[in-house]
């Protein structure tokens, strides 16, 4: 369980205008990748091309093997069971309480008895923490139990993959902690590759193992947290340290020269060393969040804990 996707040469437009190209890229299987960019780069449309709900003018997309972008949409129909998606605000049905809201998909997809689709949708609204919240609406609780209830719903068919558009969105800080934990701690319970856009910054440093930045229609950078959060990369430090100074501004693009003298003043004010210098980044790399205590982790949870660890304790000891 737990698929990997491989996206290889896409490239998606609407009429003339390119959303972005040529993007390469391989969601490892049950790893949480962040996809970040400034608004309107395309983070959604990539989501949608994922599933298959949007067509790409170039390129694949490996799932399991099968190049989903020239499947039939009979056979996307099978592809697209793969896949849980927690849209921006739950997507919930507002006539519907949250018991019949997270059980719509079982009941659509599956033929399962109603004894066996309450077990399940017990046990996914205990996942996220809402056991006793069956008969409530939608509209009568918050947004944090909403994006609770949409994730718990994107849960019951047992999805390989995980798609988060912006599960931030309208929450305030320590819902947007509850949910990053509560994120966290699914990627452990569960076998499925999660991929999140957001914009939050202070999230996409403590919760993925991934991190990718779209700007200027092109994936700038796509690899490991650790690689992203110290690189060199001007979109990269000026977007994961939420700075006015670099290449991305309020229309996206700057010009040029604006561009260099703002980082020169930048470097020449950061005591941490010039633009190539370590820790450039400013706020350096955050420790990685973990799964809560009193849930088991995997192997890959246990060996991201110890890496956490003893990198901890090397910046205690300078060793
Ligand atoms: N169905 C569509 N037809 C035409 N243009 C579209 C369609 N869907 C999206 N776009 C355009 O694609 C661009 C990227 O939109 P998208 O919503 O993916 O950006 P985003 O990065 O998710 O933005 P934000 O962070 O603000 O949500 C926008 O210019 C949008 O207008």
Redesign the pocket.
């Known amino acids: 369980m737990g698929v990997e996707i491989c996206v290889e040469g896409l490239t998606k437009s609407?009429?003339h205008?390119i959303?972005w190209q040529d993007v390469s890229l391989t969601l490892p299987a049950r790893q949480i990748s962040v996809m970040l960019?400034?608004?309107?780069?395309?983070?959604?449309?990539?989501?949608?091309t994922l599933v298959g709900l949007?067509k790409p003018e170039r390129g694949s997309i490996l799932i399991d093997g099968r190049d989903i972008t020239r499947l039939r949409e009979s056979d996307l129909y099978e592809v697209r069971k793969l896949f849980g998606v927690l849209f921006q605000d739950g997507a919930l049905f507002g006539s519907m309480n949250l018991y019949d809201n997270i059980a719509f998909p079982l009941r659509e997809h599956t033929r399962k008895r109603e004894s066996e689709i309450k077990q399940i949708v017990l046990e996914k609204m205990d996942m996220v923490g809402l056991v006793g919240a069956e008969e409530k609406l939608p509209g009568e609780i918050s947004g944090g139990m909403r994006k609770r209830a949409g994730l718990a719903r994107a849960l019951v068919l047992d999805p390989e993959i995980i798609l988060f558009?912006?599960p931030d969105s309208g929450l305030d800080p320590v819902r947007v902690a509850y949910l990053n934990q509560l994120i966290v701690d699914l990627n452990a319970q569960i076998d499925a590759t999660f991929l999140i856009?957001t914009?939050d910054i202070a999230s996409a440093r403590l919760v993925p193992d991934n991190i990718g930045l779209?700007f200027r229609r092109e994936l700038v950078m796509f690899g490991p947290r650790e690689d992203l959060l110290a690189s060199d990369e001007p979109v990269v430090r000026q977007f994961l340290n939420g700075r006015m100074q670099g290449p991305i501004g309020m229309a996206e693009e700057k010009d040029a020269a604006q561009v260099e003298q703002e980082l020169a003043e930048l470097d020449a004010g950061d005591h941490r060393g010039p633009a190539g210098g370590k820790g450039a980044t400013g706020l350096g790399v955050t420790p990685r969040l973990l799964p809560s205590p009193g849930i088991e982790r995997p192997l890959r949870w246990k060996l991201i804990a110890a890496r956490e660890g003893a990198s901890s304790r090397e910046a205690v000891t300078g060793t």
């Open positions: 609407f009429g205008q959303i960019g400034p608004s309107g780069t395309g983070k959604s449309v990539f989501l949608k949007l558009d912006e856009v914009h779209l």
